[in-house]
């Protein structure tokens, strides 16, 4: 039998984590300069606007973003019967820790400032940081149920970093765009999260509490319709201002428009009564988000987002449908939340759609300065052409993908040590592992003995709770 | 028994409607100025600020209406007890076809650049297809529980058509105001609705599942309270910038105020010990919504707005209690959520008050300028008067009560037709016809056998699983 | 046995309530100068942007506190398992008498236009009232379960009524910055209900429902990431435009996700098998919001902040494993919801942190013409020093802690006047006392016989209803 009990694994890490975020918050982190006392005053002094501040622009995207991150991803993964709390409260956990430790990588790679070495954050700062815990939330879904909260805590201290060195390759280095995250968050965190899945593969897994119930689904829907609602937001949250932010909007809209009618069609079609099935709704109508990652901000056209959309919704459809059980049954990759139909290869086809459209851009459609601005042709990159930023785009995606693989499997032998607490075969699924569960009443709650008489049904099964 | 099986007729529906979304799209949906690439450009040489876009006039309204469709209608109808899925699944489901086809259709009516024959879209467009959307979910409120998904998707069809058919006639041709849809959207959605529920009626309909259990209460709160909280970005949602946004909200947001205490009150007040009933918090504290739907943006005051509240959420729950028996008794109409009540009523009174509040509007109040920005005087309407305005607006609401029940019943006849797949009386608001559900497990699932010892409370049944 | 029937109670205190509103707004409220219709036409005869209206820098913040209010505090107070109507549903009600009252509380107090004796309203005072509303539903939180909503309608009466005036005295006349309400709001409403829960104490209070099941505790979560993700708006709502909005929301994000960390650890460390309890992460995550009540506006600092969320989660987390069952041991407080673990505590230290961060501020790091502007040095204050505001800020506090126990001890004695229908001691806790609660059938729902043959996992009981 292991040995689940957290009761000093898990505050130690705890406190040790949010005690070095604090440290590291010390020495490096400041307010950036709209964030900083002297704006308003220099603002009004030289006669501008206030709403001249980045949080005008981008706090409304922020806030769907979050939303996203602590209910969408929360809740969608409560389908687990007996899971809720772990699903959300996990998530609510690992989230917060990502997201200060995201602020110090990202800060390092992105927001140092050189002339006095501390990292200068703002909104956008937090926009990124939650993104990245977003990644991290979507590896935890492939492993979702199977590992204990320390090596949820463990896995996160890794996985920001190596979500913060490949965006600096991918971004900075290759200056490929990826507003919304196909390659540096969903492809990072899906074929990262199934590499750590395989290596904690489980060949006695007891499956039986890996299903859902009536309730269950409608929880997960929750979170399904925020994710699905706000992923416009998304994929524009840290687009330039403007017609760039307004653009990623429609497109992603659009696009996940397309995808609930696809993944509710293929789900009807394979069913053999024609029924549909909630994994899919809950998932497969997400993926024309995902899709749009990188080309939301993109001159898609909205009959292009339709159709990414499209393409998208069937594919993860299919993939929950066929491609799971042979993960699972030949690579060994048991993937709770099916990661890899959502995310993975969704991701994959924004990078390519990402790619694509980036070596089809034309000054004619973007305008010369159109195109230097939403490609970043400027300083290293100013003689770009949007054929060679295609290849980069591509090239970004290899990257990814290889450094997802790697950095999985170190992590993955690092989870797999025997002290973490993870449970075993049988108890997976179980929320009573790491959480105090109300007791057995819930039962026997319709069945109290009401203050006034009850209603005139019939009481299905005798017992009386005094 | 009837065939309600799904298998190809489902899927064909979702596909050719996403195809032929796609090829419209292609051939006539480009983006605006303002979601062009070239906008930036153009204003940054002008040195111009970049938060002069729509988005930011309008982006925080458009994520809350978009919150009301899917969240806020999709899970104020789980209040039926078997039939969660069917309500937030279906919503879903043509809610996503409702917005695509309401771009195209809208879009033809007022997006049309003649210069290059396509439909220029932006954030304003995605509103006003979400609101279309909306009109589409009430009249699904009508029906709920009683028609297949393939049944949905031609009344989705037909309804976005008539419901721009009659925008345009009230809003261009009559020159009727109406931002927040008392008349295009409540009217419309609820008249619509009830004559294809009246054409549709079952005299044995079982009605043994149409009726809700606590937790299905419970996730139905959540749909109303997002309807509840939002509709002030709803109703000023495609307000004039500025002023007229501003107050749009500070009038919802007063009305929906004195709905809850009324509606309230009232649900007491007709219960023989004086308990509140559930569906009238769920719908009567809203009425106060639908009744300034046209009226929001007016200068009808805090203390006006109040008043319509009051009235609205009294009209409403009465109407849950006294007039929707008579209407399923003597009409006919079984209207599965009572949007007669919520939707219906309030609408007319919306467009009364809004005929009222025109009518009374004086160049004092608004200002000379203002008048004809609040009501658009100018152009073709140049020489009206508020009065003249006002019988408009009256005139609009007859035409749309004619268009609703017009087109109610041309299409409720189609949807007669039998072979949609529509249950039998049966196994009508039961999602088992449509969708796979989850085993009956969740009555056990308390007992389950837990890791650790099970709490000192006795079990209430003695089964054990495994 | 008590008298709890509501029907002449309930809906007569209501209307009285509504009407009485309607009366005061008709003689009173009326548009500030940005809602009202001659602002827009001023401003494009003088060729000024129409995104400088309030409107625009403060909706999407006032959206997120809306929605805490309603949708946070309503489902946090889910967690009871019999009570879900009653939290959410009186929440509903008192919160929407509580705007309307406060729009001319605190409209007599700050918006009075003393040259024609109306007052004026805003965004801003939308905002206000929603945060005054917070603090009755705080103090609702202490007697949730024990009260009739009649006592609720009197309670929020009153407490509006001390609410205002307290603002009034530590804000204008004692010239306190409390952009968050960790006094005005989390003090006061805390202490003020504790205080009423004390004179309302019930020696033989049955407290065999106040307890959570499984999905009661997952509702609930719903109401704590609302709350969790909202509340950097809610810190930074009503803060001056600019930067000052900006900073709020970093620092209250910041705060916040320390305080999930401490919070789920503490909650680890203290139980035998390290298990973490629902009840902790439900409220002690959220401790850094209210302790970010008054600073978060002012230059704490990134890790400053991370520090008071850390040490508030901790605190507050030990509140409700050790101060809360010696409250009610030797004090008499039965707190239901734990609120002085919540809002008292933490609200005091967000007061300290205020004080400290007030008297610690330099012209150095605010600039001088900054440190005028973030602490009001001017008019009547204009010869204020930093050190001078930070005792103040203390002064702030001990007069909201005397008017909260003050206030509470009289309405506490008003509320148990035994005519208000409050219920017995064996009926707390039990939403079948003032609501109509579906039947007993949920049990049995799982065993409904199915349209089609039942999935193959046996059934648990043989129940099945035809």
């Known amino acids: 039998m292991k040995n689940t009990l957290m009761r000093w694994k898990l505050p130690i890490v705890c406190l040790v984590w949010q005690l070095a975020m604090i440290i590291l918050f010390g020495v490096f982190i400041r307010y950036d300069e709209e964030s900083d006392a002297h704006w308003s005053v220099t603002r009004m002094s030289q006669n501008h606007s206030l709403l001249e501040n980045q949080f005008y622009f981008r706090y409304p995207s922020f806030q769907d973003v979050h939303v996203m991150v602590f209910v969408g991803f929360g809740f969608l993964m409560t389908f687990l019967k007996r899971y809720g709390f772990g699903s959300v409260g996990f998530n609510f956990l690992i989230a917060s820790f990502s997201i200060q430790w995201s602020l110090l990588m990202q800060g390092w790679f992105h927001s140092l400032d050189f002339s006095d070495g501390k990292i200068k954050i703002g909104l956008e700062s937090?926009?990124?940081?939650?993104?990245?815990?977003?990644?991290?939330?979507?590896?935890?879904g492939g492993v979702l149920g199977k590992v204990s909260p320390v090596q949820l805590l463990i896995m996160s201290l890794f996985q920001v970093t190596l979500y913060a060195v490949n965006e600096f390759?991918?971004?900075?280095?290759?200056?490929a765009k990826d507003a919304g995250g196909a390659m540096v968050i969903?492809?990072?965190?899906?074929?990262?999260?199934?590499?750590?899945?395989?290596?904690?593969?489980?060949?006695?897994?007891?499956?039986?509490?890996?299903?859902?119930?009536?309730?269950?689904?409608?929880?997960?829907?929750?979170?399904?319709?925020?994710?699905?609602m706000f992923?416009?937001?998304?994929?524009?949250a840290i687009s330039n201002n403007g017609d760039a932010q307004h653009r990623g909007v429609i497109n992603t809209y659009?696009?996940?428009?397309?995808s609930v009618l696809t993944a509710i069609a293929v789900s009807s079609l394979f069913e053999k009564k024609g029924k549909i099935n909630m994994v899919h709704v809950q998932n497969g109508t997400l993926a024309g988000g995902v899709a749009l990652g990188t080309a939301a901000e993109m001159m898609l056209t909205p009959y292009g987002s339709l159709i990414v959309g499209a393409i998208s919704g069937t594919v993860s459809t299919l993939g929950f449908i066929f491609l799971s059980p042979?993960?699972?049954?030949?690579l060994k990759i048991q993937d709770t939340c099916g990661i890899h139909n959502l995310h993975g290869i969704p991701g994959v086809i924004g990078a390519i759609v990402g790619a694509v459209t980036a070596a089809a851009a034309t000054e004619e459609v973007y305008s010369r300065e159109g195109l230097k601005a939403a490609f970043g042709f400027e300083g290293r990159f100013a003689d770009r052409t949007p054929s060679v930023q295609g290849g980069h785009q591509?090239?970004?995606?290899?990257?990814?993908?290889?450094?997802?693989?790697?950095?999985?499997?170190?992590?993955?032998?690092?989870?797999k040590l025997p002290f973490w607490g993870d449970p075993s075969d049988e108890n997976c699924f179980e929320d009573d592992v790491y959480w105090e569960v109300p007791g057995e009443e819930e039962a026997a709650l319709y069945s109290v003995h009401y203050v006034n008489s009850p209603p005139t049904k019939p009481a299905v099964n005798g017992d009386t709770q005094q």
């Not at 390759?169 to 200056?175: E, N, S």
């Not at 904690?200 to 829907?221: A, T």
Request: with cysteine; proline share 2%; net charge neutral.
């Open 126 to 140: 937090l926009i990124n940081a939650d993104f990245c815990a977003a990644s991290v939330l979507i590896a935890f």
């Open 169 to 175: 390759i991918i971004l900075d280095v290759l200056g």
């Open 186 to 228: 969903h492809v990072l965190g899906a074929y990262f999260g199934l590499t750590v899945a395989r290596v904690l593969y489980r060949p006695n897994l007891d499956q039986k509490k890996n299903e859902s119930v009536y309730h269950s689904d409608l929880f997960s829907m929750i979170g399904t319709l925020y994710l699905w």
């Open 231 to 236: 992923w416009p937001s998304f994929n524009s």
């Open 254 to 258: 659009c696009s996940l428009a397309a």
């Open 326 to 330: 042979l993960l699972e049954k030949y």
């Open 394 to 415: 591509a090239a970004a995606l290899c990257v990814t993908l290889l450094l997802s693989v790697g950095g999985g499997t170190i992590v993955g032998f690092i989870l």
